[in-house]
C-alpha cells in the first residue's frame, strides 16, 4: 500500500524568508509524487510534480520540490515567502506500477502561514 | 478556459436525506474523478470515470453513494440516505488520459455537505 506523510500541521514563516514543507512518502515501486495547492474555499490546484528525471523539479509560483530517494522524501520548497503563499498545501504520490491513474493518495495537508 | 465546475457550492440537510452533486469537467476530460475531503484531511478517491465507464469504484459506499456519467462528459454523485458522517467537501476532478496517468488533476472548488 502506499502512503504519504506530512509532519507538520502547520509551518508559519516570514514573508521573505525560505519556506520548507516537509512530505515523506511509502510506495513500493518507483514513486510519481506531486504536490498541490488548496486556497481557502477553492479546490485544489496543480503545484508541480516528480515523475522521472532531475531530483530538482520547479514548478508554479516560484515553488520547487526536491526528490529524495533515499530518504522517501520530497520536500516543498521556496526561496523566499510571500504572504500570497498562505494556503494547505498536500503532497500526493502514485506507485509508477500502479497501472490505474486513480491510485493516487493524498497527505493530510500542512497549513502554510506567512506573516509580514 | 473554464475550470471544472461544480453545483451546489454548499448544502445542508437532516440526516436520511437524500442530496445530489453535479461535476462538468473541463472540456474535452475524458477522465473524471470523486474526491471526498473530511475535515482535517486529504482527499480520498470515491470514483473514477474513463469516459462514461466507471473503472473504479472500490471505495465508494455503494449502499448508499451512487454516481453516473451518462454521455462521458458531466457527472452526478448521489447520496442517499445521507449520514451525519457525510458531512465533508465532496470534489470533482477532471484530466486527460495521459496527465491522468501522470497525476496532474485539475479539481472543481468542491461542494460543501453539512448533515444534521
Known amino acids: 500500500a502506499q502512503s504519504v506523510a506530512q509532519p507538520e500541521d502547520q509551518v508559519n514563516v516570514a514573508e521573505g524568508n525560505p519556506l520548507t514543507v516537509k512530505c515523506t512518502y511509502s510506495?513500493?515501486?518507483?514513486?510519481?509524487l506531486f504536490w498541490y495547492v488548496q486556497y481557502p474555499n477553492r479546490g485544489l490546484q496543480f503545484l508541480l510534480k516528480?515523475?522521472?528525471?532531475?531530483?530538482l523539479v520547479k514548478g508554479s509560483y516560484g515553488f520547487e520540490a526536491e526528490f529524495n530517494k533515499s530518504q522517501t522524501s520530497f520536500h516543498l520548497k521556496k526561496p523566499s515567502a510571500l504572504v500570497s503563499d498562505s494556503a494547505l498545501y498536500f503532497c500526493a504520490v502514485r506507485d509508477s506500477y500502479d497501472g490505474t491513474a486513480s491510485k493516487l493518495t493524498f497527505g493530510t495537508g500542512t497549513r502554510l502561514q506567512v506573516t509580514l | 478556459e473554464a475550470g471544472v465546475v461544480q453545483s451546489p457550492r454548499y448544502k445542508i440537510i437532516e440526516k436520511k436525506q437524500p442530496v445530489a452533486f453535479w461535476c462538468n469537467p473541463i472540456s474535452g476530460h475524458n477522465t473524471l474523478y470523486w474526491y471526498r475531503q473530511n475535515l482535517g484531511q486529504g482527499p480520498e478517491l470515491l470514483i473514477r470515470?474513463?469516459?462514461?465507464?466507471?473503472?473504479?469504484d472500490s471505495q465508494l459506499p455503494k449502499d448508499r453513494f451512487s454516481a453516473e456519467r451518462l454521455k462521458g462528459v458531466d457527472s452526478t454523485l448521489k447520496i442517499q440516505p445521507a449520514e451525519l458522517g457525510d458531512s465533508a467537501v465532496y470534489l470533482c476532478?477532471?484530466?486527460?488520459?495521459?496527465?491522468?496517468?501522470?497525476?496532474?488533476?485539475?479539481f472543481g472548488e468542491g461542494s460543501r455537505l453539512t448533515v444534521l
Open positions: 516528480y515523475i522521472t528525471g532531475d531530483n
Open positions: 476532478a477532471s484530466s486527460f488520459k495521459g496527465t491522468g496517468v501522470r497525476g496532474e488533476l485539475f
Open positions: 470515470y474513463e469516459n462514461e465507464e466507471a473503472v473504479d
Open positions: 510506495v513500493s515501486g518507483n514513486p510519481y
